[in-house]
């Protein structure tokens, strides 16, 4: 069966199969839950994780330890990391789903929300996927090199995307130089000139996408101070009593930020400050504004909205008034995005996922989905494992109430020799492991976990490919 961080898994196995999880990257098989099934897990990277590895941003290590547990489960003899395999390019979906018992389809969103307004293709305008993918090692993002020589950088979005990347842009260089950050964009980021990050949100305070505890870092960020406009947050305080418990506390703590007078040591601290980043609300993004030679970006047309409508519907409308805000740097964070992955598999090309039932991909008996392509690219690693299992329960008791293939399938035996005829060389786990054995033995002499290996030609040599 399938599986994980990689993308795809599948299963074969003498006549069951078993039951999977799996999550950004992340698989985990319950042999509790079946004692025969195998999972083999198809990942079209040379490297395993998915978001755990290429997403989660440099400075936030613990949350990667998740990595101990899918190192755990494909370490398991009934389950097989596949690397450098595409699937819908290298091996289709059909063809999997002959030569398994069932096939869960985990690829998540590999793509991002377009913005879809004038200017956006300038130089100087990306989108925070690819900066993300940029600082994180992600082999086709290391062309990015952005240009930081300016003073002022907009992010579009409110997630927590958007705070990992403006985060990332502010931090001291030297505070992250003990992380997996690549040296590439380390040695960008000393040379950064940029000064202030705008977080800009078409809502309003209570609608923001971030959550309490990247907010928090945000506010405390080293040599940086918070500009929070008091207007913004008029007549919020009896409103945010209302509000589910979680998005309280995130409130209120926005609302002290914005309008409670600063004690002498914070004044302090924040009057040394060299750096800024701000969150301008109830904007919405209308043109990127090119420079006087129309070659790159040179700042921001927002249309400015206001609220209409309760609750989590609450949707901005433009009020008809613009406000241009100078830049040379535009992040666009609104969102990652599915693609299809093969004609075979149906998609739904609103919503971004391919339409499912609990997991169960529709009108497709044997086909599962689970992660960021089933619910749409929200959610962390937690939801998104949580979501994993549930996946793996229907997947189970389909199996049970006899509605996957009966009797022996080929399994990876089939598709190898499919490969093979294609010219691919999947990888395994043991292959990553030597990768990963030299990426920590790189980052031994700076004092980094590891220095992460960015280029897959350099990947395959070192394994021998
Ligand atoms: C920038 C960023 C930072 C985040 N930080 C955090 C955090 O700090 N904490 C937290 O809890 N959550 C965080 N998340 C959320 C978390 O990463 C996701 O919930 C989770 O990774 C989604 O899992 P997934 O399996 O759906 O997708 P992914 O993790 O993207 O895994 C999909 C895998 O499928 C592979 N794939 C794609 N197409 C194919 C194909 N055709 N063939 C084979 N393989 C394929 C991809 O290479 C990838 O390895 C973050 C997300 C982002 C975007
Ligand atoms: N540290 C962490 O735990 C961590 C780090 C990174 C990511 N993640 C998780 O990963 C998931 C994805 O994060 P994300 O930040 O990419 O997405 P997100 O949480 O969905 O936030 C997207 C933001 O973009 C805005 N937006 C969407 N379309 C827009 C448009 N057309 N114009 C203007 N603004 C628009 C949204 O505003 P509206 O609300 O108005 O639509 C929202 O503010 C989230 O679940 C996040 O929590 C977690």
Redesign the pocket.
Same mark, same amino acid.
């Given at each position: 069966m399938v599986f994980l961080g990689l993308g795809i898994a599948l299963c074969h196995l003498p006549p069951g199969l078993a039951g999977p999880c799996c999550n950004g990257t992340i698989l985990e098989i319950r042999p509790k839950h079946h004692n025969q099934a195998q999972v083999d897990i198809y990942e079209k990277q040379l490297v395993p994780f998915g978001l755990v590895r290429f997403?989660v941003?440099p400075d936030?290590p613990e949350v990667k330890n998740v990595i101990n547990t899918f190192t755990q489960t494909a370490h398991s003899e009934r389950c097989a990391f596949r690397g450098n395999v595409a699937v819908g390019r290298d091996v289709t979906v059909s063809e999997l789903r002959e030569a398994y018992h069932a096939v869960v389809l985990s690829y998540g969103a590999e793509d991002h929300?377009a !913005?879809g307004i004038p200017g956006e293709e300038l130089p100087g305008v990306c989108s925070a996927r690819a900066f993300v993918g940029w600082y994180n090692g992600l082999p086709e993002n290391q062309a990015l090199a952005p240009d930081l020589s300016c003073d002022t950088a907009v992010i !579009?979005?409110?997630?927590? #995307?958007?705070l990992?990347v403006a985060r990332i842009l502010l931090t001291p260089p030297e505070h992250l130089e003990k992380t997996d950050i690549t040296e590439a964009a380390l040695g960008l980021l000393r040379q950064s000139q940029v000064k202030t990050v705008w977080i800009v949100?078409?809502?309003g305070p209570l609608? #923001?996408?971030f959550?309490i505890k990247?907010l928090r870092e945000m506010i405390q960020l080293p040599g940086t101070r918070t500009i929070l406009d008091p207007a913004d947050f008029l007549g919020l305080q009896d409103r945010i009593k209302e509000v589910p418990r979680p998005r309280k506390r995130l409130s209120e703590l926005l609302l002290r930020t914005a309008i409670e007078k600063l004690g002498p040591e914070e004044a302090s601290r924040q009057a040394s400050a060299s750096r800024a980043w701000g969150l301008r609300f109830f904007r /919405? *993004?209308q043109q990127v504004l090119p420079s006087p030679d129309g070659q790159q970006a040179a700042g921001i047309r927002l249309a400015v909205t206001r609220l209409e409508g309760v609750g989590e519907a609450t949707r901005?409308v433009p009020t008809g008034e613009t406000e241009d805000l100078p830049c040379g740097l535009v992040l666009s /964070?609104?969102?990652?995005k599915s693609l299809p992955i093969d004609p075979s598999v149906p998609f739904d090309p609103k919503l971004g996922v391919i339409p499912n039932t609990e997991g169960r991909v529709v009108d497709v008996p044997g086909l599962y989905c689970s992660g960021w392509v089933k619910r749409g *690219?929200?959610? #962390?690693i937690a939801t998104t494992m949580t979501d994993s299992f549930l996946t793996s329960e229907v997947l189970l008791q389909d199996l049970k109430a006899g509605l996957l293939p009966s009797g022996p399938r080929p399994g990876y035996t089939a598709i190898q020799a499919l490969l093979s005829s294609r010219g691919i060389r999947p990888v395994s786990f043991s292959d990553w492991e030597k990768l990963d054995a030299e990426e920590v033995s790189r980052g031994q002499g700076a004092g980094k976990p590891r220095e992460k290996l960015v280029d897959s030609q350099e990947m395959l040599r070192l394994l021998g490919c």
């Open positions: 997403g941003a936030h929300q !913005l !579009l979005g409110q997630g927590n #995307v958007a990992d949100g078409r809502r609608q #923001v996408a959550t990247e /919405s *993004p901005a /964070s609104v969102g990652y *690219p929200t959610g #962390v």
